[in-house]
Every structure is written in C-alpha cells, then in structure tokens.
C-alpha cells in the first residue's frame, strides 16, 4: 500500500511504551496500556543521520490495496486462541525440517578475528554513506549482504534483517554507529519464513559465525511480513538468537496474508489477497483448511524461545489496517511473558502500518539491542 497515504502524525515523545517482563503482563492483548515509558529503555542516543531514501516496504497487505480492513483498535475483536496457547515444552518444539535446500556450507573458517577489525570478506565492497559499507559475496546460492561500521564492536555483533533491510535507515546508521553489523540474504524472500527458508537461514548463519567468526548469537528484526522469518529461525535455532525486534511484524500467517479472506472470525485484516496461495505454495500445504490446523505459526510456538531467554522487543502501530495488532503482537504479549520470557512493546497509537521504525529517535531500539547482544553473548555493554 503507498506509504504516503498511512504516514502517521506523531512524534517519539507520543508513543504510549509499555515494558513487560517476566511475569508481568497482566493487559488484555485488546486493551493496552495508557500514556507510560519503557523501563527498559536506555538514555537516548544522538542522531547519526540517514541514509538514501530506502526502497519503500510493499507490507503484508501489497495484494490488497482496494479491500481496506476497518481500523485496528481498542474495539477490534480479540481472537480466541487455540488451546495450550504459545505451546508446551514438549510441544511445538521447533518447526519440521525439510531435506537440506541450502546445500551444505563449503566455505572454509578464516583466521580469528582481531579486535576493532573487520572479517575479510569476500566480493564487492561499496560505500553505504556516512563512512559505512555495505560488502556482498555469494554463500550456499545466496548472496549475503553485510553492512558494517569501519571499526566494528569487540565479539562482531550483528543485527539479521528478515525482510526489507534499508527501509529504517535512521535505525541502521544507529546501529552502525554503535559498531553492530547488519546482515540480509538476498534471494530468499517471498518465503514467509517456511522450514525450507529456514534452511537457508542455517546456511548463511554457518558462513557467518563459522568462517567469520561473528558472534554466535544476534538479533533479528522482523518488519511486517519479516516477522515470520524471525520468529521461525529463532524457534528453530533459539540457541542462536539473542533477541527478536519485531516492527509490525507479521506472527500468524493466517492473520496476514490470510485474514478474512479464510472466512474464520479469529483474523479480521484484509489479507494479502494472492499472497496466500503463496504460503500454500512454500509450506507445501495441500489446502488452506490444512494450513489453519498448522501449529508452528509464531504465535503458536514461543515457549523455545522463551525456555532459551531469547528477548522480544516489539514497536506496534495501534491503527494498523493491514495488519491487526490483536492479531500479532498481542497474542506475544499476552502469552510470552506467561511462559517466563522477556517482552518489551513501544505503541504508536495514531500510527498505520507505514513508516516503520522509531521516528525522529531510534535510541530506546537501538540501545535494548546493543545491550540484548553484549549479554547473550558475553560481551562488553
């Protein structure tokens, strides 16, 4: 849908942030807080600029652009989850793994890595602005993107972008200037975070940890649909993943591209219209009644990652006519902190699903994840 239409007025100071912890939530998905803070949100940081204009986020509802949904809001019905909500743990353990799509990694481990310096990597080396780079090579029939800040943080840390990597540009630069790496596979789109994506996924992560020696643990973003790519790999491989930043992040296929389409009073959103027959296709399901049933969606499968202390961080537009927060976010944030894991929201109240990210200061995102990798993985703050 065109961003310009849904730009939201509002400012950071605006947002009505809620933290929840473990143990702590206590709202109803349909009904979020008031005016509040974070309490985890670190002093804000200054601003490092932007980059280029990005290349606009199609969003979940690309396919549906004249079936608008009515407004996602205090009034929108909460679906009735299914039971065992967000899974046992010894069940919905992981995601079923296909055969072996990526192939195998055949790269070879390179030196260790020196403190302050840059793994040696292969392929083009092109500016990304602001004395950053962007190097690409090819991996296991992908090839990888990685963003990177000339002297990068002890223990290379590293953000994996699902989908749609440059269209929070101030967030990036932020990440950057703290000296995070970025990370985006190209090719693998379009997947809506299947087990064979996943595999994918395992591949690139080999070629990065294994030859590159980046840190073994990152954080995931999952912007609109990208949502499925990380709450999957992280279900997957939650030994991997110290935190997921879900900015309208999708959480149930069947909410989006789904939606009402399926005629089921549980997902309201207008859907993604041609883009289901797409999921059908990538999970190899027979028919859309087999697709339902299916229970490794993310809403469906958070207690790995909560049994792994993987941490969530969620910015949530409360009027978002694509993709039902309810839907989405408020099924994590009522069931993730039950199963004993750390869950923090920003909302932006007046906001649709464009833009994404925090406008004008990205700092409470940006600091929750530089302090979410030095702690998985051992690293200095």
């Known amino acids: 849908m065109p961003q310009d239409s849904l730009t939201p007025r509002h400012s950071v100071t605006r947002f009505a942030a809620l933290a929840l912890l473990c143990g702590a939530c206590s709202a109803s998905p349909s009904s979020p807080p008031a005016n509040g803070s974070s309490t985890d949100a670190a002093t804000a940081g200054p601003d490092v600029g932007t980059q280029p204009p990005p290349s606009p986020d199609p969003g979940p509802d690309a396919a549906s652009v004249s079936n608008p949904a009515p407004e996602a809001g205090d009034n929108m019905p909460v679906p009735t989850p299914p039971p065992d909500a967000g899974g046992s743990d010894d069940a919905r353990v992981s995601m079923p ?3 072996d799509a990526a192939g195998p990694d055949v790269a070879e481990s390179g030196p260790p ?10 392929g ?36 994996w972008h699902g989908e749609f990597p440059d269209v929070i540009p101030n967030t990036n630069n932020a990440w950057l200037a703290k000296g995070l790496m970025i990370v ?10 299947c087990p064979d994506v996943v595999k994918v996924w395992e591949a690139a992560y080999n070629t990065l940890v294994g030859t590159y020696h980046m840190a073994s643990k990152m954080v995931i973003t999952g912007i609109s649909r990208g949502g499925l790519y990380a709450y999957n790999f992280a279900a997957t491989h939650p030994d991997q993943v110290a935190g997921i930043y879900a900015d309208n992040g999708t959480c149930d296929f069947r ?20 883009a289901w027959q797409t999921v059908l296709n990538v999970y190899h399901f027979a028919s859309t009644a087999e697709a339902i049933a299916y229970m490794y969606n993310p809403v469906d499968n958070l207690a790995p990652l909560a049994k792994a202390g993987v ?7 409360q ?4 993709l039902p927060w309810t839907e989405n976010t408020g099924l994590v944030m009522d069931r993730y902190p039950k199963l004993g894991g750390s869950f923090q929201v920003i909302f932006k109240p007046n906001a649709d699903h464009h833009p994404h990210g925090l406008e004008p200061d990205p700092s409470p995102v940006v600091n929750w994840t530089v302090a979410t990798l030095a702690s998985a993985n051992g690293l200095a703050p």
Do not use: C
């Open 184 to 193: 985006y596979v190209n090719g693998a789109s379009e997947q809506y975070g």
């Open 255 to 274: 909410s989006w591209p789904g939606g009402r389409q399926l005629n089921d009073p549980r997902w309201v959103g207008p859907g993604g219209g041609g």
């Open 311 to 317: 941490k969530l961080f969620h910015v949530t537009a």
């Open 113 to 122: 890595p020196t403190p302050g310096v840059l793994p040696n990597f292969p």
């Open 124 to 159: 083009t080396k092109a500016p990304y602005g602001n004395g950053y780079f962007k190097f690409s090579f090819p991996a296991n029939g992908h090839t990888i993107d990685v963003y990177a800040p000339p002297k990068p943080r002890d223990g290379l840390p590293w953000v």
């Open 97 to 99: 793994q296909p055969p």
């Open 319 to 322: 009027m978002d006519t694509a």
